[in-house]
């Protein structure tokens, strides 16, 4: 079995490890109402998609 001739040094290990972090994924706002929210998907606070009304949004005040 290989043995490694030296300690690989801790410059060279972060290096190596850079491409390893975490991204941030991707972030759009509602047209309608300004919420920030994910790509293609329906508004959790307006409820609308693609300027339709896909879900019924009912506000504690309302009731």
Do not use: W
């Not at 491409?19 to 307006?46: D, E, I, N, S």
């Amino acid at each position: 079995m290989a043995v490694p001739f030296r300690r690989t040094s801790k410059t060279k290990k972060r290096m190596r490890r850079t491409h390893l972090k975490k991204q941030v994924g991707a972030l759009t706002l509602c047209p309608k109402c300004g919420a920030t929210l994910r790509p293609h998907r329906a508004c959790t606070k307006c409820g609308t998609y693609k300027g339709e009304e896909v879900i019924k949004i009912v506000n504690e005040d309302e009731e």
